[in-house]
């Protein structure tokens, strides 16, 4: 069960990674996308921290909520419907349980219902699966998240801005899965996962 402390210190560090990893992301996305994945979500976590210091939230269904709540009307590009759907989902799932791998059940759900992704698609989505998996058998490491992200390399796009490339999209890395590494890198960090 996930406690309010490490919700708010996991969110705290993510928004930290992604600030720090703005240019890397925006890169990755410039290689594949229309190069503002990093630009994006750098303003989104600016926007969170702001969210965070102005309101308080009592407990991990408004945190979740908030989260998702502000990426949505603050991230532009396709990653803050995203991300902003898998938290509002995950805020949804929360109110019956905060068990993590519920949690981010429930968000894998609400990204792959607003993006229409599968596995295997060169998408967030080929980061979320797995790591999914992982926690429900309680066996995620940092090695895995990071092995699923390089996954993606060898994939050929067929969703999103990066579908366009073709073959052309093979080769490099996908943004949404680096980002959601950070997430999931934080999450573990935070100590959510051990909870």
Not at 184 to 190: G, L, N, Q
């Given at each position: 069960?996930?406690?309010?402390?490490?919700?708010?210190?996991?969110?705290?560090?993510?928004?930290?990674?992604?600030?720090?990893?703005?240019?890397?992301?925006?890169?990755?996305?410039?290689?594949?996308?229309?190069?503002?994945?990093?630009?994006?979500?750098a303003r989104g976590a600016a926007a969170l921290n702001e969210a965070f210091a102005s309101k308080e939230?009592?407990?991990?269904?408004?945190?979740?909520?908030?989260?998702g709540m502000t990426l949505v009307s603050k991230v532009g590009g396709a990653s803050g419907p995203l991300y902003g759907s898998a938290f509002i989902s995950m805020a949804k799932a929360s109110q019956d349980s905060t068990d993590l791998a519920a949690l981010l059940e429930a968000g894998l759900d609400g990204i792959q219902k607003r993006g229409k992704a599968e596995a295997g698609e060169k998408t967030m989505v080929d980061e979320w699966v797995p790591v999914v998996e992982a926690v429900k058998a309680k066996n995620l490491t940092t090695d895995l998240i990071e092995d699923?992200?390089?996954?993606?390399?060898?994939?050929?796009?067929?969703?999103?801005?990066?579908s366009y490339l073709g073959e052309r999209s093979v080769g490099h890395i996908d943004p949404g899965a680096m980002s959601s590494s950070y997430l999931?890198?934080?999450?573990?960090?935070?100590g959510v996962y051990n909870e």
């Open positions: 069960m996930v406690s309010l402390e490490s919700m708010k210190k996991w969110m705290s560090l993510f928004t930290a990674q992604l600030l720090e990893n703005k240019d890397y992301l925006s890169e990755l996305d410039t290689a594949i996308g229309d190069g503002d994945h990093g630009n994006n979500l939230p009592e407990d991990v269904t408004a945190l979740l909520k908030l989260t699923s992200v390089q996954k993606t390399k060898d994939m050929k796009a067929t969703k999103g801005r990066a999931f890198k934080t999450m573990m960090e935070a």
